[in-house]
């Protein structure tokens, strides 16, 4: 039989040791706190009295009127500021309150620091994004600029080809044509027609299926009804654009793999494309412009590579523009002035279309309007008074998100403009693309004509361009 163990195995403490333990702790405080009362380190300093001014001194009458007023002044100007703001609490009720008074006030109150640590901020994060793209053009074969096919010219970025041609030789340049359901069929063939005479181009859409994998594709050979197309969430196109890339990698001997970079400006579709091809969400997409921050690598096969690159604008100084605002290439919360944008949108687009979206009343004026469309959505600050400038952040997101429907149509060319038709048959060769441009013209003719689309058409914007001296400092730094 096993002897069991006298010695007790439970690591509970007796009483008589519990309070033996505290009796010592009290012992040991008591014994350090009087050592410090000898030592006098415990002792608190006494505050010294200010003494004033002294009787003897010949000036006091001088200093203490002097004193006197100083403290009548402070408050005199406490009740002028107390005044001030009854007064504007006042006007403000009634709507009184002009806008340049409120400019005025808020900048008072910010700082010149501020609004100049904002600046290098943004030029920071402009200089971080001109680098990405830099090792986006350098580590790719082919690069996609991504444009918006409502506006293609106002998207497209001359000096970011200039860069992909300046890269070398074996650098090809590829234009794709997204959101081609957000515009007539008509402007999407005049475009294709139009891209093509300088660059292989083509059409895509990209999939607005919301889970997170097994992204659907619409075949070209069953995109027979235009509503059926329309009314799809499926992508459009990515068949065509994966054979014009597998066209290339099996054109060359040696190289069977390519790394295709994707690049743009901002909200053109760049990780929404990369998220269709490889069917399901692989990089963060929204509609706020600058979500991707650095490049991200994908591996859409085992003979093509993908690289997202964030969506660069490094504008000149005059680049602030309402122009800016309409391409979504600036966030919308961050604009100074959004009612200037909201005029240009006023100019192209006929009242009757903004008073069937909006239900609104007809108005004469901007005011009238971003009154009226504050009074539908409930748009009001204290006291009643309208909301111009929220209704007016309303309406841009409504037109960068396709609810404003507007398209453009292709320039006429000029005759003295040098041709390009010898790199565009020397790329064509290469990505054989008249096997490519059958296969999308199936998709393309199924897409809803001019009559049955209900938008504005509106001139095309002109190209943007980078900022020369940015440019020189990011140069510098490499």
């Given at each position: 039989?096993?002897?069991?163990?006298?010695?007790?195995k439970?690591?509970?403490?007796s009483?008589?040791?519990?309070?033996?333990?505290?009796?010592?702790?009290?012992?040991?405080?008591?014994?350090?706190?009087?050592?410090?009362?000898?030592?006098?380190?415990?002792?608190?300093?006494?505050?010294?009295?200010?003494?004033?001014?002294?009787?003897?001194?010949?000036?006091?009458?001088?200093?203490?009127?002097a004193?006197?007023?100083?403290?009548?002044?402070?408050?005199?100007?406490?009740?002028?500021?107390?005044?001030?703001?009854?007064?504007?609490a006042?006007?403000?009720?009634?709507?009184?309150?002009?806008?340049?008074?409120?400019?005025?006030?808020?900048?008072?109150?910010?700082?010149?620091?501020?609004?100049?640590?904002?600046?290098?901020?943004?030029?920071?994060?402009?200089?971080?994004?001109?680098?990405?793209?830099?090792?986006?053009?350098?580590?790719s074969?082919?690069?996609?600029?991504?444009?918006?096919?409502?506006?293609?010219?106002?998207?497209?970025?001359?000096?970011?080809?200039?860069?992909v041609?300046?890269?070398g030789?074996?650098?090809?340049l590829?234009?794709?044509?997204?959101?081609?359901?957000?515009?007539?069929?008509?402007?999407?063939?005049?475009?294709?027609?139009?891209?093509?005479?300088?660059?292989?181009?083509?059409?895509?859409?990209?999939?607005?299926?919301?889970?997170?994998?097994?992204?659907?594709?619409?075949?070209?050979?069953?995109?027979?009804?235009?509503?059926?197309?329309?009314?799809?969430?499926?992508?459009?196109?990515?068949?065509?654009?994966?054979?014009?890339?597998?066209?290339?990698?099996?054109?060359?001997?040696?190289?069977?793999?390519?790394t295709?970079g994707?690049?743009?400006?901002?909200?053109?579709?760049?990780?929404?494309?990369?998220?269709?091809?490889?069917?399901?969400?692989?990089?963060n997409?929204?509609?706020?412009?600058?979500?991707?921050?650095?490049?991200?690598?994908?591996?859409?096969?085992?003979?093509?590579?993908?690289?997202?690159?964030?969506?660069v604008?490094?504008?000149?100084?005059?680049?602030?523009?309402?122009?800016?605002?309409?391409?979504?290439?600036k966030?919308?919360?961050?604009?100074?002035?959004?009612?200037?944008?909201?005029?240009?949108?006023?100019?192209?687009?006929?009242?009757?279309l903004?008073?069937?979206?909006?239900?609104?009343?007809?108005?004469?004026?901007?005011?009238?309007?971003l009154?009226?469309?504050?009074?539908?959505?409930?748009?009001?600050?204290?006291?009643?008074?309208?909301?111009?400038?929220?209704?007016?952040?309303?309406?841009?997101?409504?037109?960068?998100?396709?609810?404003?429907?507007?398209?453009?149509?292709?320039?006429?060319?000029?005759?003295?403009?040098?041709?390009?038709?010898?790199?565009?048959?020397?790329?064509?060769?290469?990505?054989?693309?008249?096997?490519v441009?059958?296969?999308?013209?199936?998709?393309?003719?199924?897409?809803?004509?001019?009559?049955?689309?209900?938008?504005?058409?509106?001139?095309?914007?002109h190209?943007?361009?980078?900022?020369?001296?940015?440019?020189?400092?990011?140069?510098?730094?490499?």
């Open positions: 039989m096993v002897k069991r163990s006298k010695k007790s439970s690591k509970r403490v009483l008589k040791q519990k309070y033996k333990v505290i009796r010592k702790v009290k012992e040991h405080h008591k014994k350090k706190a009087k050592e410090a009362k000898k030592l006098g380190l415990n002792r608190k300093r006494k505050v010294e009295k200010d003494p004033g001014i002294p009787n003897d001194w010949p000036f006091k009458e001088q200093e203490l009127k004193l006197e007023a100083r403290r009548a002044r402070a408050i005199e100007e406490l009740e002028q500021k107390k005044a001030a703001r009854k007064e504007r006042k006007k403000r009720k009634m709507g009184l309150l002009e806008d340049d008074e409120k400019e005025v006030n808020i900048d008072e109150r910010k700082g010149v620091d501020d609004s100049t640590g904002i600046v290098k901020a943004r030029d920071n994060s402009d200089r971080a994004f001109y680098k990405e793209l830099v090792k986006v053009i350098e580590a074969d082919v690069i996609l600029e991504v444009l918006d096919a409502r506006d293609p010219l106002g998207t497209r970025c001359v000096d970011m080809e200039k860069m041609m300046k890269a030789p074996d650098k090809h590829v234009l794709l044509l997204n959101k081609i359901d957000l515009v007539p069929r008509e402007a999407v063939e005049k475009w294709l027609k139009y891209l093509r005479e300088e660059l292989p181009a083509v059409a895509f859409k990209c999939s607005t299926q919301e889970q997170r994998s097994n992204l659907g594709w619409k075949s070209s050979s069953k995109a027979a009804k235009p509503s059926n197309l329309l009314q799809t969430s499926d992508c459009l196109g990515a068949e065509t654009l994966i054979k014009l890339l597998k066209n290339y990698s099996r054109s060359h001997e040696i190289k069977k793999s390519i295709v994707v690049i743009g400006l901002p909200n053109v579709g760049k990780s929404s494309l990369i998220n269709s091809l490889k069917r399901c969400h692989v990089v997409v929204g509609a706020t412009p600058g979500l991707t921050r650095s490049m991200q690598e994908v591996q859409l096969d085992k003979n093509v590579k993908l690289l997202d690159c964030p969506g604008v490094m504008l000149r100084s005059g680049g602030n523009d309402a122009s800016i605002a309409l391409r979504n290439c966030r919308i919360e961050k604009l100074d002035d959004p009612v200037g944008p909201v005029k240009e949108i006023l100019k192209l687009c006929p009242e009757r903004l008073v069937t979206i909006y239900k609104i009343p007809s108005f004469l004026s901007v005011d009238e309007f009154q009226n469309v504050a009074t539908v959505r409930g748009k009001l600050k204290k006291g009643g008074i309208v909301d111009v400038e929220a209704a007016a952040r309303i309406i841009l997101h409504d037109w960068n998100e396709g609810k404003i429907p507007y398209y453009t149509m292709p320039p006429v060319r000029n005759q003295g403009e040098p041709s390009e038709a010898r790199i565009v048959t020397e790329l064509g060769k290469e990505f054989n693309v008249d096997e441009y059958n296969i999308e013209s199936s998709f393309i003719g199924s897409l809803k004509s001019a009559d049955d689309f209900h938008s504005v058409e509106v001139p095309p914007s190209p943007l361009n980078f900022d020369e001296t940015m440019l020189e400092v990011c140069d510098c730094s490499f």
